[in-house]
């Protein structure tokens, strides 16, 4: 009998910590915390109200549910998938801020050799010659205006005229 008892007994115990601890948790997140600061400027919780009228209440909400296994994998598959997106993006912009400066950089070229084509008569350049020296000559009047043109059609690609 005294097993019986015993048993009794334990489970009965049991049962009563159970619900116990279930109510416990519940009107855990209605308890009223107060917090105020003394005359030697020491702050103070408490759940028990304080003397004086400066306190202020805070309250406790339980926000928070664990998440399970297939849910904290879906949410760092999206923060990588996220911070892959955020690299491309700024690999993106880089690649783009480079190419602004090579199309800033040809356009002036272009309108710096249309400047020069149409304002001297007398244009040399330079060039290897076939014994593998370097010369100078002067451009022909054909020479010049396909550079002209050339130049021109660099300048409505870079320039965007």
């Not at 116990?20 to 997140?29: F, G, Q, R, Y």
């Not at 296994?69 to 892959?84: H, I, V």
């Not at 690299?87 to 356009?107: G, M, S």
Request: charged share 30%; with cysteine.
């Amino acid at each position: 009998m005294s097993i019986k008892t015993l048993s009794f007994t334990a489970a009965i115990f049991t049962g009563a910590l159970l619900t116990s601890s279930v109510i416990n948790v519940l009107n855990a997140k209605d308890i009223a915390i107060y917090r105020w600061v003394d005359k030697n400027n020491v702050v103070h919780f408490s759940q028990y109200l304080p003397r004086g009228d400066e306190y202020k209440e805070l309250s406790t909400v339980s926000s928070y549910k664990a998440l399970s296994k297939a849910e904290r994998k879906a949410l760092a598959e999206k923060d990588t998938a996220a911070q892959k997106v955020e690299e491309q993006e700024r690999l993106i912009d880089d690649v783009a801020a480079k190419n602004k400066a090579t199309y800033d950089k040809n356009c002036k070229a272009a309108r710096l050799n249309i400047k020069m084509l149409s304002s001297l008569d007398d244009i040399h350049i330079n060039e290897e010659k076939s014994d593998g020296t370097v010369g100078s000559r002067s451009l022909t009047p054909t020479e010049k205006s396909d550079k002209l043109a050339l130049s021109k059609k660099h300048e409505e690609l870079y320039c965007g005229n």
